[in-house]
């Protein structure tokens, strides 16, 4: 069974910085799709970043581009999310998402859509004060 734990949120003032930590048990995700969604209260889940497992490709939504990297520890099975020069209206619930096992590579835009992900983490918090 495939599970997803997030860890790393927090509460952070307006320009600080976190990283975010997705450890992935019962499966090795090399040649994979995985990323990070994000959910204010009130708004809709929203792709982050997304990366190409064991590949160099990643993929970011134009709120994060330039401030957020995400990359990958295939030797730990971890994917991060590095969150710099954060603002306020990046708080939001951050899940951890994945494909499923031989589910390939990332296609066209994987942070524009969610219906890719098929396993999910249960969620860190990101909380950052003006």
């Known amino acids: 069974q495939v599970v997803l734990v997030e860890s790393g949120g927090g509460s952070v003032q307006a320009g600080g910085s976190l990283r975010l930590s997705c450890r992935v048990s019962?499966?090795?995700?090399?040649?994979?799709?995985m990323g990070w969604f994000r959910q204010a209260p009130g708004k809709e889940r929203e792709g982050v970043a997304a990366i190409n497992t064991g590949g160099r490709n990643t993929y970011y939504a134009d709120s994060v581009k330039g401030r957020f990297t995400i990359s990958q520890d295939n030797a730990k099975n971890t994917v991060y999310l590095q969150m710099n020069s954060l603002k306020p209206e990046d708080t939001a619930m951050y899940y951890c998402a994945a494909n499923r096992p031989g589910g390939g590579w990332c296609l066209g835009r994987p942070t524009d859509r969610s219906g890719w992900a098929y396993y999910w983490g249960q969620g860190t918090q990101v909380t950052v004060s003006s």
């Open positions: 019962g499966y090795t995700y090399n040649s994979n799709c």
